[in-house]
């Protein structure tokens, strides 16, 4: 009986002393999916130095505030945005209610399936997409339609569902900011209320921290209830300088940290690197054509039309002290589903 006793006693021992060393383990490389180097250690470095008490550089928690855009930076963004595929699936919904769409562009060509033509039209072709897929609805009805396209629609490339399509050393960088007292804010050209409906699951980030691109909304009683309703027009678009405005108007508090990982995350990235004290800027470079994909055009990567890295920012990033992270050499893995 002492036997049994005994030999229970240590394995519980050697259960809790693997338990300890695991949690040891984890608490010493809290970005396990990235590759040690400097990327890693400049994030792993701002932290240690903006919350220990005592350092020159600490940052009262109420002061830690990074910004993080969206596509492209915490999901991926091609071959085109998610919201985009969103608004292209909205437009096939409702093209029976709209006859006059079969000769009127940018809606024509994309019943064709011909997208580069309907694109063509750049911004406005864009705007006129938006506009005519998101609006004439409640909010409540614009998040139920979110919920269920994203619970179906799936990414042409690798059959996932978008909400999968999430960089998993991003969210290491999102928790573990969270863990050491940061706020951490969605701040992306996307549309807010579409990514309010999901954010909040999959990062971690809940509605109230999203700040984002928006149309113009009205209150409504509508058989007697009240409703928020979404109207055809243009509120705010928050990309490139927009961003800082976003930020100082639904945030309030310049950033200390700010993620990115295009020309439109150039100003978010000037307006914090602009502030007092100790400040992390970072950059993602999509380098990585079997995992996910390869473009830029900095450093002889492929050019895109949205979502571009160009060689200036990628300069500037070098001249001003901005952490430029490859996804190829920097992360273990980037989805979920990798081998």
């Known amino acids: 009986m002492k036997t049994v006793r005994s030999l229970r006693f240590l394995f519980i021992t050697l259960v809790g002393a693997l338990v300890l060393a695991t949690n040891i383990a984890h608490a010493a490389d ?25 350092s020159p550089d600490f940052v009262p928690a109420a002061e830690r505030i990074a910004t993080f855009d969206n596509d492209g930076t915490l999901w991926c963004e091609q071959p085109m945005p998610v919201q985009l595929y969103f608004a292209l699936d909205r437009v096939k919904a409702l093209a029976p209610q709209h006859p006059e ?9 994309l019943l064709k399936g011909d997208l580069k033509t309907a694109l063509a039209g750049g911004d406005h072709a864009l705007l006129e997409l938006i506009m005519a897929t998101h609006a004439g609805m409640t909010t409540v009805e614009f998040e139920q339609v979110v919920k269920d396209w994203l619970a179906t629609a799936t990414h042409p490339k690798t059959g996932k569902h978008y909400t999968e399509m999430v960089y998993q050393p991003m969210l290491e960088v ?12 969605i701040v992306s050209g996307g549309g807010i209320e579409f990514m309010r409906v999901w954010t909040e699951q999959v990062y971690g980030v809940p509605p109230e921290q ?27 678009i928050d990309d490139k300088g927009g961003k800082p405005v976003g930020i100082n108007q639904f945030i309030g508090r310049r950033p200390i940290a700010a993620f990115g990982n295009s020309s439109g995350d150039q100003e978010m990235l000037e307006y914090t690197q602009g502030g ?10 999509h380098d990585d054509a079997t995992r996910e ?26 001249n001003q002290g901005w952490i430029v992270v490859s996804m190829k050499d920097d992360w273990k893995r980037i989805f979920a589903f990798d081998k």
């Open 30 to 54: 809290p970005l396990p999916l990235w590759h040690d180097g400097i990327a890693k250690q400049s994030i792993v470095d701002f932290v240690e130095k903006v919350t220990k008490p005592g």
């Open 101 to 109: 769409w079969k000769t009127q562009e940018p809606f024509s060509s």
């Open 174 to 185: 999102l928790a573990y900011l969270r863990e050491n007292g940061f706020k951490t804010y």
């Open 210 to 236: 999203v700040v984002g691109s928006s149309i113009k909304t009205q209150f409504e009683l509508r058989d007697g209830k009240p409703v928020i309703v979404r109207l055809p027009e243009l509120n705010f």
């Open 276 to 285: 007092k004290g100790a400040r992390l800027m970072l950059l993602v470079l």
């Open 293 to 318: 994909y390869a473009y830029g055009p900095a450093r002889g990567l492929p050019d895109v039309k949205l979502g571009a890295f160009p060689a200036a920012l990628d300069e500037q990033a070098k």
